[in-house]
Protein backbone atom coordinates (compact mmCIF):
# COMPACT_ATOMS: atom_id res chain seq x y z
CA UNK A 1 0.00 0.00 0.00
CA UNK A 2 2.32 2.69 1.07
CA UNK A 3 5.27 2.35 -2.03
CA UNK A 4 6.50 5.87 -2.51
CA UNK A 5 6.50 9.20 -0.40
CA UNK A 6 3.43 10.71 -1.12
CA UNK A 7 0.82 7.40 -0.17
CA UNK A 8 3.38 7.69 2.94
CA UNK A 9 2.62 11.16 3.36
CA UNK A 10 -1.24 10.60 2.69
CA UNK A 11 -1.10 7.45 5.54
CA UNK A 12 0.45 10.28 8.07
CA UNK A 13 -2.49 12.92 7.53
CA UNK A 14 -4.98 10.58 7.27
CA UNK A 15 -3.69 9.12 11.29
CA UNK A 16 -3.34 13.10 11.94
CA UNK A 17 -7.11 13.85 10.42
CA UNK A 18 -8.39 10.64 13.00
CA UNK A 19 -6.51 12.69 16.01
CA UNK A 20 -7.93 15.63 15.18
CA UNK A 21 -11.57 14.53 15.35
CA UNK A 22 -10.59 12.49 18.54
CA UNK A 23 -9.23 15.72 20.00
CA UNK A 24 -11.44 18.49 18.84
CA UNK A 25 -13.35 20.47 21.31
CA UNK A 26 -15.97 21.28 19.01
CA UNK A 27 -18.25 19.74 16.56
CA UNK A 28 -16.83 21.73 13.89
CA UNK A 29 -12.91 20.65 14.85
CA UNK A 30 -14.37 17.07 14.72
CA UNK A 31 -16.11 17.53 11.13
CA UNK A 32 -12.78 18.95 9.97
CA UNK A 33 -10.57 15.80 11.37
CA UNK A 34 -12.97 13.77 9.38
CA UNK A 35 -12.59 15.30 6.11
CA UNK A 36 -9.06 15.71 6.79
CA UNK A 37 -8.56 11.93 6.82
CA UNK A 38 -11.35 11.09 4.27
CA UNK A 39 -9.07 13.32 1.57
CA UNK A 40 -6.29 11.29 2.81
CA UNK A 41 -7.88 8.01 2.28
CA UNK A 42 -9.11 8.53 -1.20
CA UNK A 43 -5.49 8.71 -2.94
CA UNK A 44 -4.11 5.52 -1.08
CA UNK A 45 -7.48 3.51 -2.58
CA UNK A 46 -6.93 4.38 -6.09
CA UNK A 47 -4.74 2.03 -7.98
CA UNK A 48 -4.23 2.30 -11.65
CA UNK A 49 -3.54 -1.82 -12.25
CA UNK A 50 -7.45 -2.53 -10.52
CA UNK A 51 -9.96 -1.05 -12.26
CA UNK A 52 -12.21 -1.98 -9.65
CA UNK A 53 -10.69 0.59 -6.77
CA UNK A 54 -11.55 3.74 -8.91
CA UNK A 55 -15.53 2.52 -8.53
CA UNK A 56 -14.76 1.85 -4.65
CA UNK A 57 -12.87 5.26 -4.51
CA UNK A 58 -16.18 6.94 -6.05
CA UNK A 59 -18.42 5.32 -3.51
CA UNK A 60 -16.46 6.01 -0.37
CA UNK A 61 -15.83 9.55 -1.15
CA UNK A 62 -19.88 10.46 -2.19
CA UNK A 63 -20.82 8.36 1.10
CA UNK A 64 -18.37 10.07 3.15
CA UNK A 65 -19.52 13.10 1.97
CA UNK A 66 -22.98 13.11 2.64
CA UNK A 67 -22.41 11.76 5.91
CA UNK A 68 -20.06 14.94 6.10
CA UNK A 69 -22.37 17.46 4.85
CA UNK A 70 -25.22 15.98 6.97
CA UNK A 71 -23.40 16.23 10.42
CA UNK A 72 -22.05 19.94 9.53
CA UNK A 73 -25.97 20.67 9.05
CA UNK A 74 -26.89 19.07 12.16
CA UNK A 75 -24.49 20.81 13.99
CA UNK A 76 -25.31 24.29 12.69
CA UNK A 77 -28.98 23.58 12.66
CA UNK A 78 -28.55 22.45 16.55
CA UNK A 79 -26.93 26.16 17.35
CA UNK A 80 -29.90 27.31 16.00
CA UNK A 81 -32.36 25.49 17.78
CA UNK A 82 -30.93 25.82 20.87
CA UNK A 83 -30.68 29.63 20.00
CA UNK A 84 -34.22 29.95 19.34
CA UNK A 85 -36.35 27.01 20.76
CA UNK A 86 -37.27 26.48 24.17
CA UNK A 87 -38.22 22.66 24.24
CA UNK A 88 -34.92 22.00 24.52
CA UNK A 89 -35.33 18.17 25.97
CA UNK A 90 -37.25 16.83 22.57
CA UNK A 91 -35.08 18.45 20.03
CA UNK A 92 -31.99 17.35 22.00
CA UNK A 93 -33.10 13.79 21.41
CA UNK A 94 -33.67 14.30 17.80
CA UNK A 95 -30.37 15.77 16.94
CA UNK A 96 -28.52 13.42 19.14
CA UNK A 97 -30.30 10.96 16.75
CA UNK A 98 -29.35 12.42 13.34
CA UNK A 99 -25.68 12.94 14.60
CA UNK A 100 -25.48 9.54 15.66
CA UNK A 101 -27.01 8.26 12.27
CA UNK A 102 -23.78 10.48 10.35
CA UNK A 103 -21.43 9.02 12.21
CA UNK A 104 -22.78 5.30 12.06
CA UNK A 105 -22.75 6.19 8.32
CA UNK A 106 -19.48 7.31 8.24
CA UNK A 107 -18.35 3.85 9.71
CA UNK A 108 -20.73 1.26 7.83
CA UNK A 109 -23.28 0.12 10.60
CA UNK A 110 -26.62 -1.30 9.39
CA UNK A 111 -28.89 -0.06 8.39
CA UNK A 112 -26.59 2.46 6.86
CA UNK A 113 -24.69 -0.65 5.74
CA UNK A 114 -25.51 -0.67 1.76
CA UNK A 115 -22.00 0.84 0.77
CA UNK A 116 -19.85 -0.75 2.93
CA UNK A 117 -19.21 -4.45 1.35
CA UNK A 118 -19.24 -3.00 -2.47
CA UNK A 119 -16.29 -0.76 -1.41
CA UNK A 120 -14.08 -3.64 0.11
CA UNK A 121 -14.79 -5.52 -2.66
CA UNK A 122 -12.95 -2.68 -4.68
CA UNK A 123 -9.61 -2.77 -1.94
CA UNK A 124 -6.37 -4.43 -2.10
CA UNK A 125 -6.37 -6.14 1.68
CA UNK A 126 -3.97 -3.43 3.22
CA UNK A 127 -6.44 -0.68 2.04
CA UNK A 128 -9.06 -2.98 3.06
CA UNK A 129 -7.63 -3.22 6.74
CA UNK A 130 -7.41 0.33 6.84
CA UNK A 131 -11.23 0.59 6.55
CA UNK A 132 -12.22 -2.09 8.40
CA UNK A 133 -10.15 -0.85 11.30
CA UNK A 134 -8.40 2.46 11.69
CA UNK A 135 -11.07 4.28 9.63
CA UNK A 136 -13.70 3.08 12.17
CA UNK A 137 -11.96 4.72 15.42
CA UNK A 138 -12.79 8.23 15.03
CA UNK A 139 -16.83 7.83 14.02
CA UNK A 140 -16.80 5.45 17.40
CA UNK A 141 -14.87 7.48 19.70
CA UNK A 142 -16.99 10.50 18.28
CA UNK A 143 -20.59 8.36 18.98
CA UNK A 144 -19.22 7.42 22.52
CA UNK A 145 -19.13 11.23 23.03
CA UNK A 146 -22.37 11.79 21.84
CA UNK A 147 -24.37 7.85 23.07
CA UNK A 148 -27.69 7.73 25.15
CA UNK A 149 -28.83 4.14 25.68
CA UNK A 150 -32.47 4.55 24.14
CA UNK A 151 -34.51 2.49 20.94
CA UNK A 152 -32.76 3.95 18.40
CA UNK A 153 -29.27 2.86 19.72
CA UNK A 154 -31.08 -0.98 20.28
CA UNK A 155 -32.21 -1.05 16.24
CA UNK A 156 -28.95 -0.06 15.29
CA UNK A 157 -27.90 -2.89 17.75
CA UNK A 158 -29.76 -5.14 16.64
CA UNK A 159 -29.76 -4.79 12.96
CA UNK A 160 -25.96 -4.61 12.90
CA UNK A 161 -25.66 -8.30 14.17
CA UNK A 162 -28.48 -9.73 12.22
CA UNK A 163 -27.60 -8.33 8.81
CA UNK A 164 -23.59 -9.16 9.50
CA UNK A 165 -24.68 -12.72 10.26
CA UNK A 166 -27.18 -13.03 7.70
CA UNK A 167 -25.51 -10.77 4.77
CA UNK A 168 -22.63 -13.13 4.85
CA UNK A 169 -24.00 -16.21 4.05
CA UNK A 170 -24.42 -16.16 0.49
CA UNK A 171 -21.11 -14.70 -0.17
CA UNK A 172 -18.03 -16.38 -2.07
CA UNK A 173 -15.87 -13.50 -1.53
CA UNK A 174 -13.71 -13.33 0.93
CA UNK A 175 -13.20 -9.49 1.33
CA UNK A 176 -17.27 -9.23 1.26
CA UNK A 177 -17.00 -12.04 4.03
CA UNK A 178 -14.93 -10.00 6.24
CA UNK A 179 -16.87 -6.87 5.47
CA UNK A 180 -19.96 -8.25 6.63
CA UNK A 181 -18.22 -9.79 9.68
CA UNK A 182 -17.32 -6.33 10.60
CA UNK A 183 -20.89 -5.14 10.43
CA UNK A 184 -21.71 -7.69 12.51
CA UNK A 185 -18.69 -6.75 15.10
CA UNK A 186 -19.84 -3.00 14.93
CA UNK A 187 -23.18 -4.24 16.69
CA UNK A 188 -20.98 -5.58 19.43
CA UNK A 189 -19.18 -2.62 19.55
CA UNK A 190 -22.22 -0.03 19.72
CA UNK A 191 -23.17 -2.42 22.25
CA UNK A 192 -20.19 -2.39 24.22
CA UNK A 193 -20.26 1.71 24.35
CA UNK A 194 -23.38 0.74 26.70
CA UNK A 195 -21.27 -0.63 29.30
CA UNK A 196 -18.06 2.09 28.76
CA UNK A 197 -15.00 3.26 27.37
CA UNK A 198 -12.74 0.88 28.61
CA UNK A 199 -14.86 -2.42 27.65
CA UNK A 200 -14.97 -0.91 23.22
CA UNK A 201 -11.75 -0.14 23.41
CA UNK A 202 -10.76 -3.61 24.91
CA UNK A 203 -13.24 -5.15 22.21
CA UNK A 204 -11.52 -3.13 19.27
CA UNK A 205 -7.98 -3.64 20.34
CA UNK A 206 -8.95 -7.46 20.01
CA UNK A 207 -10.94 -7.38 16.89
CA UNK A 208 -8.43 -4.85 15.24
CA UNK A 209 -5.51 -7.48 15.80
CA UNK A 210 -7.54 -10.41 15.36
CA UNK A 211 -8.22 -8.99 11.73
CA UNK A 212 -4.88 -7.42 11.45
CA UNK A 213 -3.85 -11.51 11.73
CA UNK A 214 -6.35 -12.69 8.77
CA UNK A 215 -5.41 -10.25 6.25
CA UNK A 216 -1.70 -10.44 6.68
CA UNK A 217 -2.67 -14.41 5.86
CA UNK A 218 -4.57 -13.70 3.16
CA UNK A 219 -2.51 -11.36 1.55
CA UNK A 220 0.50 -13.56 2.14
CA UNK A 221 -1.27 -16.25 0.90
CA UNK A 222 -3.23 -14.19 -1.98
CA UNK A 223 -6.14 -15.88 -1.25
CA UNK A 224 -9.63 -13.82 -2.14
CA UNK A 225 -12.37 -16.41 -3.05
CA UNK A 226 -14.24 -18.74 -0.94
CA UNK A 227 -13.28 -21.90 -3.92
CA UNK A 228 -9.43 -21.16 -3.50
CA UNK A 229 -10.02 -21.61 0.36
CA UNK A 230 -11.49 -25.45 -0.64
CA UNK A 231 -8.67 -26.04 -2.60
CA UNK A 232 -5.95 -24.47 0.13
CA UNK A 233 -2.56 -26.12 -0.57
CA UNK A 234 -2.23 -28.85 2.19
CA UNK A 235 1.54 -29.03 1.76
CA UNK A 236 1.50 -26.13 4.59
CA UNK A 237 -0.87 -27.75 7.01
CA UNK A 238 0.53 -25.15 9.77
CA UNK A 239 -0.84 -22.17 8.08
CA UNK A 240 -3.90 -24.28 7.09
CA UNK A 241 -4.63 -24.28 10.56
CA UNK A 242 -3.07 -20.89 11.52
CA UNK A 243 -5.94 -19.28 9.12
CA UNK A 244 -8.87 -21.54 10.03
CA UNK A 245 -7.91 -20.86 13.73
CA UNK A 246 -8.05 -16.88 13.13
CA UNK A 247 -10.99 -17.55 11.34
CA UNK A 248 -12.84 -19.36 14.36
CA UNK A 249 -11.05 -16.40 16.83
CA UNK A 250 -12.75 -13.72 14.76
CA UNK A 251 -16.21 -15.64 15.10
CA UNK A 252 -15.48 -15.43 19.08
CA UNK A 253 -15.87 -19.50 19.38
CA UNK A 254 -13.84 -20.78 22.94
CA UNK A 255 -10.90 -21.23 23.39
CA UNK A 256 -9.54 -18.77 21.14
CA UNK A 257 -8.86 -15.16 21.60
CA UNK A 258 -11.26 -13.69 20.23
CA UNK A 259 -14.14 -15.25 22.79
CA UNK A 260 -12.41 -13.08 25.45
CA UNK A 261 -14.14 -9.62 24.65
CA UNK A 262 -17.52 -11.13 23.87
CA UNK A 263 -17.56 -13.44 27.21
CA UNK A 264 -16.75 -9.60 28.87
CA UNK A 265 -19.79 -8.09 26.83
CA UNK A 266 -22.06 -10.47 27.61
CA UNK A 267 -21.58 -11.18 31.66
CA UNK A 268 -21.55 -6.80 31.82
CA UNK A 269 -24.67 -7.19 29.79
CA UNK A 270 -26.51 -9.59 31.82
CA UNK A 271 -25.71 -7.35 34.77
CA UNK A 272 -27.60 -4.60 33.45
CA UNK A 273 -30.50 -7.35 32.54
CA UNK A 274 -30.33 -6.87 29.03
CA UNK A 275 -31.14 -10.46 28.59
CA UNK A 276 -33.17 -10.44 25.18
CA UNK A 277 -30.64 -7.92 23.60
CA UNK A 278 -27.63 -10.29 24.57
CA UNK A 279 -29.53 -13.61 23.44
CA UNK A 280 -30.24 -12.00 19.73
CA UNK A 281 -26.64 -11.14 19.94
CA UNK A 282 -25.29 -14.65 20.46
CA UNK A 283 -27.68 -16.50 18.75
CA UNK A 284 -26.77 -14.04 15.45
CA UNK A 285 -23.00 -14.69 16.48
CA UNK A 286 -23.60 -18.64 15.75
CA UNK A 287 -24.78 -17.71 12.17
CA UNK A 288 -21.46 -15.92 11.88
CA UNK A 289 -19.63 -19.21 13.01
CA UNK A 290 -21.25 -20.82 10.23
CA UNK A 291 -20.11 -19.17 7.42
CA UNK A 292 -15.99 -18.87 9.68
CA UNK A 293 -16.57 -22.85 9.31
CA UNK A 294 -17.72 -22.65 5.80
CA UNK A 295 -14.06 -20.92 4.87
CA UNK A 296 -12.62 -23.98 6.14
CA UNK A 297 -14.77 -26.51 5.95
CA UNK A 298 -12.32 -28.32 3.28
CA UNK A 299 -9.66 -28.53 6.20
CA UNK A 300 -12.09 -29.67 8.84
CA UNK A 301 -12.69 -32.76 6.88
CA UNK A 302 -10.46 -36.11 7.99
CA UNK A 303 -11.12 -36.75 3.91
CA UNK A 304 -10.97 -34.16 1.39
CA UNK A 305 -10.19 -33.36 -2.45
CA UNK A 306 -6.92 -31.86 -3.40
CA UNK A 307 -6.15 -30.70 -6.95
CA UNK A 308 -2.95 -31.89 -8.10
CA UNK A 309 -1.20 -28.63 -9.47
CA UNK A 310 -1.70 -27.04 -6.46
CA UNK A 311 0.87 -29.29 -4.73
CA UNK A 312 3.87 -26.87 -4.52
CA UNK A 313 5.90 -25.84 -2.04
CA UNK A 314 4.61 -22.21 0.19
CA UNK A 315 7.10 -19.84 -0.04
CA UNK A 316 8.52 -18.62 2.87
CA UNK A 317 8.84 -14.96 3.37
CA UNK A 318 8.98 -12.32 6.48
CA UNK A 319 5.07 -12.11 6.25
CA UNK A 320 4.34 -15.58 6.11
CA UNK A 321 6.10 -16.05 9.80
CA UNK A 322 4.86 -12.92 11.38
CA UNK A 323 1.02 -14.26 10.06
CA UNK A 324 2.29 -17.63 11.92
CA UNK A 325 3.56 -15.60 15.12
CA UNK A 326 0.00 -13.55 15.24
CA UNK A 327 -2.20 -16.62 14.59
CA UNK A 328 -0.68 -18.62 17.09
CA UNK A 329 -1.59 -15.57 19.73
CA UNK A 330 -4.77 -15.21 18.40
CA UNK A 331 -5.32 -19.08 18.95
CA UNK A 332 -3.85 -19.98 22.20
CA UNK A 333 -3.97 -16.05 23.23
CA UNK A 334 -6.73 -16.82 26.20
CA UNK A 335 -5.97 -19.83 27.56
CA UNK A 336 -2.16 -17.85 28.10
CA UNK A 337 -4.60 -14.70 29.80
CA UNK A 338 -6.56 -16.92 31.90
CA UNK A 339 -3.02 -19.01 33.34
CA UNK A 340 -1.87 -15.55 34.30
CA UNK A 341 -4.74 -14.53 35.90
CA UNK A 342 -4.70 -17.28 37.69
CA UNK A 343 -1.19 -17.43 38.78
CA UNK A 344 -1.16 -13.43 39.45
Request: aromatic residues 14%.
Amino acid sequence: MINNPSKLLFFLTLMLGSLISISANSWFGAWVGLEINLLSFIPLMTNTSNSMTSEASLKYFLIQALASATLLFVVVFSALIFSLSSSLQTSNLFINTLINSTLLLKMGAAPFHFWFPGVMEGLSWMNGLVLMTWQKIAPLMLLSYNFIFNTFVSFIIISSIVIGSLGGLNQTSLRKILAYSSINHLGWLTAALILGENLWNLYFIMYSFLTLTIIVMLNSLKLSRLNQAFSFNSTAPIMKFALFTSFLSLGGLPPFLGFLPKWVIIQSLTELNLKLLVTVMVIMTLITLFYYLRVGFSAFMLSYTQILWTNIKPLITPSYYASLILAMMSTFGLMICTLIFHFM
